[in-house]
């Protein structure tokens, strides 16, 4: 099967949750209420943070079993059974330390009213049961994709994704919306994945496979994932920081200016992501010139990809914007949107080092990166919000991303790939930009001048994928 194809299944897995989500919330905000839903928002959010105890292990289990592509069955299983015993073991960790601070929580940091308090303090055992249930999933996902069988990994992750947000609604519905039978309808729907995940991973892995502990396993597994937590805890802090900084210092409409924008940008991520994933198996077992090889051709995709996109949305953030959230905000909103989108388009050719350090069982040399770059941000962070405001935080993010790629890039390859291509066209960007005042204000005008635009950047983009690589990533 061929990466193309797997990126495309990728990105539906991702994708139909997202429409679903936006569907489902109305019908929740009417079943059981703005407050009653923004306390299920919070228990929700809660969880997820607490996903962090797998400690790495659906990543670790993917490059593990993705290098023993070869080897004999056995070898697999033994890698996923150890995988899998030892996320157990740390899942009921995270639920017992989810206990007390839900009740934290809930108990005396989350305003609202007595009975909602109640309800959500007696919902607090559900949520626990439900972290070693998601951990849990995470590592049978990983060894699938480890396995490339990324049509049966988002077939089923899209189904329990859609029992997770449909369920408490039907309960809601049918009960009432009570927090504890909503939270339990949530656990129930993720141990219907699980049961799903279960039995695919026990036809990939064949019969027994529960049963091949190997403690010498252990670990690699564990110092693997202990690195890739590292990066996803610190990871959303260098991402997140700005926002509260901007807050601090320049308010709440500052923050907005600034997140309408961030989260419009941040959607051409999904590509990437979709894509890295399905390189990581290749990747694991790829060595010197041929994973050379495989992350450029990646860089080569997403820049052909994207890069006409970014240039039709650099031109046409300003009207659109203004169309989306009002001319006042949009229009405030615009230049820090441009270099937003710089900022994710660099982001995006950033991941593909970042997979390959993975894929090549360095996900240290990541983690290693974040945190000797973390004070320098902060610093530069506070300088631009001083001398330049919400545009300066933008222009110090940017920086950073800049650096993340090139500093990424070069611990991963020596070398910058396809840095000349991606130099002019930043270059280009920045022509587009001094020439925009200059530039016909009408939206018809602006959307004939981004489309002239994506197609002046799209034949040299697609001519930089080689003809070969365009056809296996359709055809193997």
């Not at 502990?213 to 996803?232: C, N, S």
């Not at 210092?249 to 500052?254: D, E, N, P, R």
């Not at 005042?437 to 001048?449: A, E, I, M, N, T």
């Amino acid at each position: 099967m061929s990466i193309g194809r797997h990126t495309l299944y990728n990105l539906a897995g991702a994708a139909i949750p997202s429409l679903l989500a936006l569907v489902t919330v109305p019908a929740y905000l009417t079943l059981i209420g703005p407050e009653r839903y923004g306390v299920l928002a919070i228990a929700w959010l809660i969880l997820g943070y607490f996903g962090v105890f797998d400690l790495g292990l659906g990543k670790a289990t993917s490059q593990r079993i993705a290098t023993l592509r070869d080897a004999d069955a056995a070898a697999r299983a033994r890698a996923f059974s150890t995988a899998l015993v030892a996320n157990v073991m740390v899942g009921l960790i995270g639920a017992a330390l989810l206990w007390p601070a839900g009740w934290l929580m809930f108990a005396h940091e989350l305003r609202t009213t007595p009975a909602l308090r109640a309800e959500a303090l007696a919902a607090l055992p559900i949520l626990a049961a439900c972290v070693p249930v998601a951990t849990t999933l995470g590592v049978l996902s990983g060894a699938l994709v480890a396995r490339e069988r990324f049509g049966m990994v988002n077939r089923l992750s899209v189904t329990n994704t859609s029992l997770f947000q449909i369920l408490p609604l039907l309960v809601a519905w049918h009960w009432g919306p009570n927090l504890t039978g909503l939270l339990a309808a949530s656990v129930a729907a993720r141990l219907v994945g699980l049961v799903l995940f279960a039995r695919a991973c026990g036809r990939e892995f064949g019969a027994g496979w529960l049963a091949r502990f190997d403690r010498h396993e252990l670990g690699p597994l564990l110092r693997f994932g202990g690195w890739v937590t590292v990066t996803a805890v610190f990871g959303p802090i260098l991402v997140v920081i700005d926002r509260f900084a901007i807050g601090a210092w320049l308010g709440a409409y500052a923050v907005t200016v600034y997140m309408i924008p961030a989260q419009l940008t941040s959607r051409i991520l999904t590509v990437s992501a979709a894509l890295c994933t399905a390189l990581l198996p290749r990747l694991a077992v790829a060595r010197g010139d041929e994973a050379a090889q495989l992350a450029r051709d990646g860089v080569a995709v997403q820049f052909a990809l994207l890069t006409p996109a970014v240039a039709a949305a650099w031109i046409l953030m300003k009207p659109g914007l203004m169309l989306w959230v009002g001319a006042r905000l949009g229009a405030d909103a615009a230049p820090i949107g441009r270099l937003l989108l710089l900022t994710a388009w660099l982001q995006v050719f950033a991941s593909i080092a970042y997979t390959r350090l993975e894929a090549s069982g360095r996900p240290d040399l990541v983690s290693k990166v974040l945190l000797a770059e973390l004070p320098f941000y902060l610093v530069a962070l506070w300088f631009g919000l001083t001398r330049g405001g919400v545009l300066g935080a933008a222009w110090v993010y940017c920086g950073r991303m800049a650096v993340d790629l090139c500093v990424l890039d070069w611990v991963s390859a020596r070398r910058f790939d396809h840095a000349g291509p991606i130099v002019l066209a930043t270059a280009g960007f920045a022509a587009i930009e001094f020439a925009l005042p200059q530039l016909p204000s009408g939206l018809r005008w602006q959307v004939l001048l981004a489309l002239a635009a994506a197609a002046v950047y799209a034949v040299p983009a697609v001519r930089l994928v080689p003809a070969p690589v365009r056809a296996r990533m359709w055809h193997g």
